[in-house]
């Protein structure tokens, strides 16, 4: 596992974050390192997340800065131009994560099935994100998944709340949890920033209760 993993490890969470403008980039930055995740996974579904990646790559040098939803080999080239230091996608493409493993740049797909997690092993990769998480069946079905797979560890995504993370970061094969709650899109439009750090900090909190049972 790189060095990138065993942070996300370290964390528990990887804040998923939609920003439909790039003025929100920077206070969104500082109250997530603040209230103690220093990271995020910036969604590129919006105009403004290219130069979102950017603003956070530069003002916080320091933080964990990715770009999520990613489709295309073009949208990994625009991304790490911009300063992201992982890209994460809701799918496996096989072009996309050739590409990615070629370039050396740090890749989580999104995953469902046996032979997905296959795919994914053929390409030299020891975590995926299982995504939508509880819609494909939660706790559960990675439990299922996990038996064959010994080595794998999973990052689920979709669905996941205060109320379920916990028994997620529980189990041992999952590296970390994928959550909007952090930093939801309402809260950033609002400009609620110091509420978010407030939700960190409490996030970072669940995620030491849970992993200490």
């Known amino acids: 596992m790189n060095e990138l993993l065993r942070k996300f490890q370290e964390l528990g969470i990887v804040p998923v974050v939609v920003l439909d403008n790039a003025k929100d980039a920077e206070p969104l930055a500082k109250a997530l390192c603040e209230g103690g995740l220093p990271c995020a996974e910036v969604t590129f579904r919006t105009d403004a997340a290219e130069e979102s990646i950017r603003i956070m790559a530069q003002k916080f040098p320091n933080m964990l800065v990715g770009a999520g939803t990613v489709l295309t080999i073009d949208q990994v080239d625009r991304a790490v131009a911009a300063g992201a230091k992982f890209i994460v996608s809701p799918g496996l493409n096989p072009k996309v994560v050739k590409y990615c493993v070629e370039k050396n740049i740090p890749i989580t797909p999104g995953v469902q099935t046996p032979s997905e997690i296959e795919q994914a092993l053929e390409f030299g990769l020891d975590v ?70 407030k939700i960190t900090k409490e996030s970072v909190a669940m995620v030491k209760a849970a992993r200490a049972k």
């Open 128 to 197: 995926v994100k299982f995504f939508p998480a509880e819609s494909a069946g939660g706790l559960k079905m990675i439990k299922a998944l996990a038996g064959p797979y010994v080595n794998l560890k999973f990052i689920p995504t979709g669905g996941i709340s205060t109320k379920n993370a916990p028994e997620y970061l529980a189990y041992d094969k999952i590296l970390a949890v994928g959550g909007s709650w952090v930093a939801s899109k309402d809260l950033i439009n609002a400009g609620k920033f110091d509420e978010i750090a």
